[in-house]
């Protein structure tokens, strides 16, 4: 009986204590990290959010609605007319978060934070690509880097003033991607055609112009070259009937001269051993050395 009555005890301590957590547990509120909690109590808006943490105690009747006030990217496209009323297609992304304190008034107002960015987020930006778009004149003018600044920090501060008051805080607007009419791209395309083609007619001419110039620059050299080839042989020739000048003087004012000469002639002869026999004229007041006329054995046959 007794071990019943702990049995039947056990069991009723063990409910109870599961109901008293279960309880308890709604008197708990755990936000997760980045998120804001906004509760309504009978469908109306608590007018204080919950931050990220644990909030104890809390009214067990409350329904929450969670914002995520984390950092996001807004991708969008739209067809942007300039002023040459041409259509010019833009890839934005539009970086932004919900503004925690301000989460109870966007759900009054507004709803949760996908209807906060339909609502107010989208309509503005396309409306401000449209009237930043009538400001280019040309649509490619999208190109140029000036454009995409001035288009970027106008779509930033629009954004910004607009949406801040609504609970959005916006942190930059980024273009991603231009496309411009197909026509415009063809014609670009070809310009660029063009000008390539420009740039190699200017690069082989400016080969050409370096190859005359070389050529130029070897001819001079080469005149120069020649020029001072004539130069030396002039110099030679004039050396050499210098020369001959002086011995023809000498000859004249000194008969003596050629008789040194021989002699001098001979003595070098002498010193070949194929040496056999000279002949001088001896007759001659100046006798030369005549040939030479090899073995004398020979000439006696």
């Not at 297609?89 to 339909?118: C, H």
């Not at 000008?195 to 130029?216: D, K, P, S």
């Not at 030679?236 to 000498?250: F, R, S």
């Amino acid at each position: 009986m007794a071990s019943g009555n702990a049995q039947r005890n056990l069991v009723v301590y063990t409910v109870g204590a599961v109901i008293v957590v279960l309880i308890g547990m709604q008197f708990i509120k755990t936000v997760p990290p980045g998120r804001v909690g906004v509760a309504t109590l009978f469908g109306n808006v608590v007018t204080d959010g919950f931050e990220q943490g644990l909030h104890v105690p809390v009214n067990p009747l409350y329904r929450w609605t969670t914002y995520d006030a984390r950092e996001k990217t807004h991708l969008e496209t739209a067809n942007v007319p300039s002023q040459d009323q041409l259509q010019t297609k833009l890839d934005v992304s539009v970086q932004y978060r919900i503004d925690g304190s301000m989460a109870p008034e966007i759900l009054e107002q507004t709803g949760d934070e996908v209807a906060a960015v339909r609502v107010h987020l989208i309509p503005k930006l396309r409306s401000l690509l449209r009237e930043q778009g009538k400001s280019i004149k040309r649509a490619e003018d999208f190109f140029k880097e000036e454009t995409q600044e001035i288009l970027q920090t106008a779509l930033t501060a629009g954004l910004k003033d607009y949406l801040a008051p609504k609970g959005i805080i916006v942190s930059a607007v980024l273009i991603r991607d231009i496309t411009l009419p197909p026509f415009i791209v063809a014609a670009i395309e070809q310009k660029k055609e063009r000008e390539q083609a420009v740039e190699r007619e200017r690069a082989e001419l400016e080969r050409v112009r370096t190859e005359l110039q070389q050529g130029v620059a070897r001819a001079e050299a080469g005149r120069e070259a020649a020029t001072q080839e004539a130069e030396r042989k002039k110099i030679l020739a004039d050396a050499q009937a210098y020369e001959i000048t002086k011995i023809n003087n000498a000859i004249a004012s000194n008969p003596a001269y050629i008789q040194l000469q021989s002699l001098e002639a001979l003595k070098a002869i002498s010193k070949d051993p194929a040496s056999k026999l000279y002949f001088m004229d001896g007759s001659s007041p100046q006798p030369l050395p005549l040939m030479h006329l090899g073995d004398a054995s020979v000439l006696q046959r």
